[in-house]
């Protein structure tokens, strides 16, 4: 059974930091790219970042400059460090595995084959 199980989520204050972790299990994803979205409540879901197979970023421009994907395939878990957190980041946070290599294909959330079920994130102001 394929799972992605996300962690790390909390509240935090404005300008505060913190890692969000996602893990895989049940197949390898060594050859997918791990994409970060988020919902915010009453919004569509929301790209955040991607980090490809082979280890090309892409982000969301509001993000951008604040936070950092990066992979371990070693240990079937991908990150997302996020600094300077404004309460406008508040949102349920999801990652997800995509077999497409494109850079603007993986800004389509319908390109995503797995989903995990998400960790919160609430920024106070």
């Known amino acids: 059974q394929v799972q992605l199980v996300e962690s790390g989520g909390g509240l935090v204050q404005a300008g505060g930091s913190l890692r969000l972790s996602c893990t895989t299990s049940g197949r390898t994803f060594n050859n997918y790219a791990l994409g970060w979205w988020r919902r915010a409540p009453g919004k569509v879901r929301e790209f955040v970042a991607v980090?490809?197979?082979?280890?090309?970023?892409y982000y969301e421009d509001s993000v951008e400059g604040r936070f950092n994907i990066s992979r371990e395939n070693a240990k079937n878990t991908v990150y997302l460090e996020m600094n300077s957190l404004e309460p406008e980041d508040t949102a349920l946070y999801y990652c997800a595995a995509s077999s497409v290599n494109d850079r603007h294909s993986l800004r389509d959330f319908n390109e995503y084959e797995y989903w995990g079920q998400g960790t919160q994130v609430t920024v106070s102001s």
């Open positions: 980090i490809t197979a082979d280890h090309n970023t």
